[in-house]
């Protein structure tokens, strides 16, 4: 499994939050806690908002710890949104293009988790990416074939309801050919606005991922980033958090139910406050 990291705020220098934490991304990248797979080395990728509207991108094959280039971009950025991500390749080879975050016009995701026989379906799921989109696949992952899934389904109007049917269509093809593995998602999107945080999956074990208010916003994380992990709050099972600058608001989330999206009451007030 990979790791990823989210944040959404006051503009931070991004070295403070990926590198200097005590159990950062870039520390979880060689040893993370909460995975089976404790070394995540098999790429890395950041991608950030800054005065323009489409965000900056970058990825790479080579491990965060080792990567002198994406160390030396956290300590000259400075965003108020942004997410990294180390990848543990399950679906498709060791390659940048099939690094996260991956990023179409003005919106970035990424993916911990899997399609179940992913290698079974492949050319199944590549067909649900309609024309329009199919020229932005430049990978071989399953990830990216959600995204681009999505964006076929009214990401840029309604991204919940287009990562539902993404996820549904993805569902119908593992039934169509009698595949039993579960589809696990945890994922974040991101538009340079407003951020959607995904936890999710069609069995009863879905990847981690956490939030946390800071002192000007709101981080998210496939783990602690502090050997206290009582200061984070797991992402309850089966929802998705809204956050923008005036509120957070978890809904549940089941693309394997009838009503995918009813909310949840009662999330953090300090959480609103934070990110306000």
């Known amino acids: 499994m990979c790791r990823l990291f989210a944040y959404s705020g006051e503009p931070v220098w991004l070295d403070t939050l990926l590198i200097e934490p005590e159990a950062s991304l870039v520390s979880q990248s060689m040893a993370a806690r909460e995975a089976k797979t404790v070394v995540n080395g098999d790429g890395c990728g950041l991608g950030w908002y800054g005065e323009r509207e489409r965000p900056g991108l970058y990825r790479d094959t080579l491990p965060a710890w080792s990567d002198a280039n994406l160390a030396g971009l956290c300590h000259q950025i400075r965003s108020g949104a942004f997410m990294a991500h180390v990848r543990s390749a399950t679906a498709g080879e060791v390659s940048r293009a099939n690094c996260h975050p991956f990023a179409l016009g003005r919106h970035l995701f990424m993916h911990n988790g899997q399609i179940g026989g992913y290698d079974r379906l492949r050319r199944r ?5 309609p024309d329009e989109f199919y020229g932005h696949r430049h990978g ?10 999505a964006a076929g389904q009214g990401l840029e109007t309604d ?3 287009a990562i539902d049917r993404a996820l549904r269509l993805c569902l119908s093809a593992m039934t169509d050919m009698g595949i039993a593995d579960p589809l696990r ?3 974040v999107l991101m538009d340079g606005e407003t951020t959607h945080a995904f936890r999710w999956s069609s069995d009863a074990r879905p990847p981690t991922l956490y939030w946390r208010a800071l002192e000007g916003g709101i ?9 206290d ?3 984070w ?5 089966n929802s998705f958090v809204r956050l923008d600058s005036s509120s957070m608001i978890a809904s549940r989330f089941d693309p394997a139910s009838q009503n995918p999206c009813e909310t949840v009451s009662g999330i953090a007030s300090e959480a609103t406050r934070s990110a306000a």
């Not at 799921?125 to 990416?129: A, G, K, N, Y």
């Not at 071989?140 to 899934?149: N, P, V």
């Not at 981080?219 to 050997?227: D, G, M, V, Y």
């Not at 709050?233 to 099972?237: D, G, I, K, S, V």
Request: charged content about 10%.
């Open 125 to 129: 799921i590549d067909s649900l990416i």
């Open 159 to 161: 991204p919940v309801w």
């Open 229 to 231: 992990a009582s200061l």
């Open 140 to 149: 071989t992952g399953d990830s990216e074939a959600i995204f681009l899934i």
């Open 233 to 237: 709050t797991p992402l309850a099972p």
């Open 185 to 187: 998602f945890s994922a």
């Open 219 to 227: 981080a998210f994380s496939s783990e602690p980033c502090s050997l």
